[in-house]
Nanobody
Framework: QGQLVESGGGLGETGGSLRLSCAAS????????RGWFRQAPGKEVEFVAAISWAGGTTYYADSVKGRFTISRDNAKNTVYLQMNSLKPADTAVYSCAESHTYFPNRRYRERYAYDSWGQGTQVTVSS
């Protein structure tokens, strides 16, 4: 399996926007799904969004629904997370994850459904 590489993190302002990218490099296999998780200091890993690779069905955490959009570019083997209306509570390390095996829809929000992870990229939102 290839390596997942995130980019696009950094410093954003409240109400502003950032876009994260997650590209697969090296020897790649078409994933079943790819998602974004985040972890703020002192907190548990939290599901953010996910997308099924074949059909493009999307899933969002309630905390980001309506503000974040996940999308994919199959040709580039890349998934994006467009983050709008940023809040200080969005500050976290964002990690990309993918699964190469089928799992039912109810598991999209579960971190252990994914078998490959990127290193993460820091997103900091100033108030």
């Amino acid at each position: 399996q290839g390596q997942l590489v995130e980019s696009g993190g950094g410093l954003g302002e409240t109400g502003g926007s950032l876009r994260l990218s997650c590209a697969a490099s090296g020897r790649t296999v078409t994933p079943y799904a790819r998602g974004w998780f985040r972890q703020a200091p002192g907190k548990e890993v939290e599901f953010v969004a996910a997308i099924s690779w074949a059909g493009g069905t999307t899933y969002y955490a309630d905390s980001v629904k309506g503000r974040f959009t996940i999308s994919r570019d199959n040709a580039k083997n890349t998934v994006y997370l467009q983050m709008n209306s940023l809040k200080p509570a969005d500050t976290a390390v964002y990690s990309c994850a993918e699964s190469h095996t089928y799992f039912p829809n109810r598991r999209y929000r579960e971190r252990y459904a994914y078998d490959s992870w990127g290193q993460g990229t820091q997103v900091t939102v100033s108030s």
